[in-house]
């Protein structure tokens, strides 16, 4: 309150506030004295009157005389403030009275003393009356002194006393007003002589404010406010001086800045064009790159190919052993060229991750497969722990995770001389939607120092670069991993010491994907007892592991002794052995014991699963009854564990005969390769195949052909002279636009690695696209894709983890369905159903439009029945859909027969369908 109040205020307060205080305590004192003064004088005077009254009307009490009493009474009411006057007798009866009634009651008094009693408005006194004041008369009939006559009681007014009270009371306000108004109009005249020069002040300040810095104060009429207004004088100039300095200086500064931006100015156009000559530069080194990539891998692709074919012929030892060395040396110059590229990638921000559902299980323990020959040359243990608590279905990028493990796992077999290398997943945080997990990698190899670990993830460094260092490389291989691993948005790290082996580590966040039943791939082995032999520790906790998670009971046995007595001594029980996974060794367990074991194992109603390194595989082939299902390698993939385990207790049936194969002639494919070794390995890879080849060496030989004949599939070639193949491909779809033609699948073959490779591709009119080197199986794959033909070769091959066998495909895949519908069990089992709801429709529809020989009605009955397979998991009728739909729109004689394979691929689904939904 008293922070709003300005200095004129605050001098009235400090003026009026004390003495309006003092005023009204000393003027209440004042008032209130006086008037206690006054009670006081009208108490003592009725205290007179009375005892004036006593003597006189004691005569008159004597001898009751009543009207000498009256008298006496109304001469009393003349005295001042008495309001009436009364005698009593002496047993209190009245005698007389004059004026009106008394306001008090009567005192209660019995004795000699005064007694009184009052109000507001009046006092009463009551005093007795005895002989002693008749005596004090004179009178000439004495009475006893102490005998009372009677009572006198008066009654005086207040008012007059209070009228004058309030009369003091108010003179004494009006000086206090008076009093207080003279001091306000001093306090006013005061705060004006402090006011006035302080707005001065103020104005020349705001002035001051506004940039007037020449203005100046006046002389204000005192010393204090004289000074004040000559320190704001020297200050304003002071201020102006320095202003007309600053100004100066900007002034100077301005100029100096101007002739700076023409150098800047002058400066940003060299920059510029340094900016677009490094621009220009590094677009030189991407094409360079590709470039190179192409020109790199075009002769590899040759020298891999026909190493490939010349490996299948007869050769002698010392023949094979040099075509492997000249295999090995070209599939590692190719992956150092990978790593480079990989490297110049990540450099340019160009590498772009996918996002797709993976295995974390099989990613690993694939990963492993592939790098075991490398292992078990060296004699190394490779194990693989994936803890039960870890999510396995996640979403990523498989290929660069495989790529940074299998480049942490190479290092580790590089490095390690004899041991184990253990790779081990677990979760170290997990939410619902998404799992942190660490991967590592442990290796007893020799360990690195302070100073290798330091320079470990630097670009072309290496642990021994010494001119004695055994292992090679270009020195990328960690460097990529760390960006790869970063770019995912985790992290990778080391903890390692000289001679105790090296751990890497990775730690990385992945969305969770949909999980994979796999009850209905355990059922066969819940429950059952499986034995287990094997001698390395670690190998065999992993492995223990594995069988635990295909719902098997484990037991564990040290040799083939205790094993046989084991399976033996539980054989009529409820316990029975059925299963036994053996982990053995050449030095360990020969071949030839192994056989007579297994044998013996047999007879007891054991199978048995033999585990071996993959060196030692070919010695143990021909010792078991059935190697193709009873020998694995190590280390032990759980999916082929499981597969084959449940083979064993539960031989598959053979389908040949329910399913009839959907080719009847080889396909037609046009080839277009520059590089004459090139476009002979592939026309001889097709050629053994059973395709139908077509070989051209240029962009126009292939439109020319195109022109003149009718493919199945045209693979081209990317860099060629005169019309590459983006230009070949656009001529070809623009030709086949002007005849109305169906559009023929077209697959580039092409060494570039970039990342744009694809997207420039696709958006040339190709529909996929091959990474040079190409092999036998990624040929067959792509033409089956595309033209719904299966080679012969393709269609012979057989392994656990491929497709199946013969040229048919599979009439449902319940996993290709859910991953065409992007994970959602639901929305495939929707798809699903309303495919087989229209299945009868469209196959009549079909056989309609053909009675009726209608070929559009049948092309867009087979188009839209085509359409529909592509959102189901059911490759064969989707295959023999567009074999179909292709043929008729080539008008290709072969079609009548390819509707016979569609109407039987319809026929089978239907029954393969109402089969599975009663099971």
Known sequence: MFKDLGIKGRILLLTLLPTSLLALVLGGYFTWTQLDDLRSQLQERGELVVQHLAPLAAPALARLDAAQLERLAKETLNQPDVRAVGFLSSDRQSLAQAGPNMLNPLPQSSGEPLAKISNQDSTRFLLPVYGRHQNMTGSVEPIAA????????????????????????????????????????????????????????????????????????PPLGSHELDELAS?????????????????????????????????????????????????????????????????????????????????????????????????????????????????????????????????????????????????????????????????????GDPQRLRQVLTNLVSNAIKFTRDGTIAVRAMVEDESDDRAQLRISVQDTGVGLSDEDLRALFQAFSQADNSLSRQAGGTGLGLVISKRLIEQMGGEIGVESAPGTGSEFWIS??????????????RAPLLGRHVVVMESHELTRQALIHQLQDCG???????????????????????????????????????????????????????KSLVLCPTTEQAMYHESLPDAHLQLQAKPACTRKLQRALSDLVQPRQQKTDTRAPLTSRAPRLLCVDDNPANLLLVQTLLSDMGADVTAVDSGYAALHSVQQQAFDLVLMDVQMPGMDGRQATEAIRQWEQERERSPMPIVALTAHALSNEKR??????????????????????????????????????????????????RVLDAEEGLRLAAGKADLAADMLSMLLASLDADRQAIRQARDASDRNALIERVHRLHGATRYCGVPQLRAACQRSETLLKQDDPGAQQALDELDAAIVKLAQEAVIGASA
């Open 760 to 809: 420039a591709l696709l958006q040339s009119g190709m529909d996929d696209y091959l990474t040079k080197p190409i092999s036998e199986r990624q040929l067959a794959q792509v033409v089956l894709k595309w033209t719904g033909l299966a080679l012969r070769t393709y269609a012979a091959t057989s392994s656990a983890d491929s497709a199946p066998a013969n040229s048919s495909l």
């Open 508 to 521: 990385i966040s992945l969305p969770k994907a949909r999980e994979d039943s796999e009850e209905l791939r």
């Open 231 to 395: 320190g704001i004088n020297r200050m304003a100039e002071s201020l102006q001086n320095a202003q007309e300095e600053l100004q100066h200086s900007i002034d100077q500064a301005t100029e100096d800045v101007r002739q700076n931006l023409e150098t800047i100015e002058i400066q940003n156009i060299e920059l510029d064009f340094a900016r677009k000559e490094a621009l220009e530069a590094s677009r030189i080194k991407s094409e360079f790159l590709a470039n190179m990539s192409h020109e790199i891998r075009t002769p590899l692709n040759g020298m891999l190919g026909f190493t490939n074919l010349l490996q299948k012929s007869d050769l002698t030892p010392r023949q094979q052993d040099y075509l492997n060395t000249i295999e090995k040396s070209a599939e590692s110059l190719l992956g150092i060229i990978n790593e480079i590229l990989d490297f110049s990638k990540i450099e340019a921000g160009k590498l772009v991750l996918e996002s797709l559902p993976f295995n974390l299980r099989d990613l690993i323990q694939d990963t492993l497969t592939i790098l075991a020959p490398t292992a078990h040359e060296k004699h190394l243990e490779l194990v693989s722990l994936i803890y039960r608590d870890t999510p396995l279905s996640l979403q």
């Open 146 to 217: 102490d005998r009372l006559l009677g009572w006198v009681e008066l009654e005086l007014s207040h008012h007059r006393t209070l009228l004058q009270g309030y009369r003091s009371l108010f003179a004494s306000l009006l000086l206090i007003a008076a009093g207080l108004a003279v001091t306000a109009l001093l306090a006013l005249r005061m705060s004006r002589t402090i006011n006035g020069p302080l707005r001065s002040i103020q104005q020349g300040v705001n002035l001051l404010k506004e940039g007037q810095l020449e203005t100046r104060l």
């Open 552 to 606: 098997l009971q484990t037991q564990v046995c040290n040799d083939l002794e205790q094993l046989l007595e084991q399976v033996g001594k539980h054989r009529q029980s409820p316990q029975a052995i059925e299963l036994a996974v053996l982990g053995v060794s050449v030095h360990e367990l020969p071949p030839e014991q192994l056989s007579q074991r297994i044998w013996d194992l047999d007879r007891l109603g054991c």
